[in-house]
């Protein structure tokens, strides 16, 4: 089962950088990893994917070890508009009888301070 | 704007009632996905539908079904509705969806319902 842990919480500064660390032990081969970010009563919105190394794109950039149990999303020079709660997600878990599972987790609740 | 349209913003009713929530997806992608969010249980994958035909099926009750159209918008229907499925609904499309893991879908979510149900 591709289950992630991410910290429930993270206050940082604004112009800090800011890295959630995500572990998904069981990640299966052909799972990628995928973060979105989510305002209080609006839809998450995507971020970033990667599969392994580092991928880094105009807000954000993904560090995956070569064990790829863990990774990081990293957000360079926070601002108070970052204040978010941060999902992973890893894979589909298969839970039987044609069922799939996407697993957003509980997420990181971000708080920016100024 | 991720260019998914929810209809309606709001709803309001009561136990045992039937409600309608309608999906239009971005232009173009032929996935949708509903998913619930209340408070206590996150972010619930309900279904998936690709090109008119379920891809993938996650925490959804027998109550609740959900169908996508011709035109690719999709609707979720909820019927005997109780106090627990009072929640956020969110619709996402993607133009991807077709091959499994669809966690690997790159997702475009909508504004989402609110739910209350009395």
């Known amino acids: 089962l591709a289950k992630t842990t991410q910290p429930i919480s993270m206050d940082s500064y604004e112009g800090q950088e800011v890295n959630i660390t995500c572990s998904h032990n069981n990640i299966a081969t052909n799972d990628y990893i995928t973060w979105y970010q989510q305002f209080p009563s609006q839809g998450p919105r995507f971020i970033i994917q990667?599969?392994?190394t580092k991928v880094t794109n105009e807000v954000a950039s993904l560090f995956i070890p070569a064990d790829r149990k863990s990774s990081t999303l990293s957000l360079p020079r926070v601002s108070l508009s970052d204040t978010a709660v941060y999902y992973c997600?890893?894979?589909?878990?298969?839970?039987?009888?044609?069922?799939?599972?996407?697993?957003f987790g509980k997420g990181t609740k971000l708080s920016v301070i100024p | 704007d991720s260019g998914v349209t929810q209809t309606p913003k709001h709803l309001i009713t009561a136990t045992g009632q039937r409600v309608t929530l309608r999906c239009s997806p971005r232009?173009?992608?032929?996935?949708v996905y509903w998913y619930q969010q209340s408070l206590d249980q996150g972010l619930q994958f309900l279904i998936q539908y690709y090109n008119g035909e379920e891809r993938a099926k996650g925490n959804i009750l027998e109550r609740f079904s959900a169908q996508q159209f011709p035109d690719l918008h999709s609707e979720l229907n909820l019927s005997s509705l109780e106090l627990g499925d009072s929640a956020l609904y969110f619709c996402a499309s993607s133009g991807e969806g077709a091959v499994r893991p669809i966690s690997t879908d790159t997702q475009y979510f909508g504004p989402g319902t609110r739910l209350t149900v009395l």
């Open positions: 997600l890893v894979g589909d878990i298969y839970s039987g009888a044609g069922s799939y599972q996407l697993t």
């Open positions: 232009s173009g992608d032929l996935s």
């Open positions: 990667g599969y392994k």
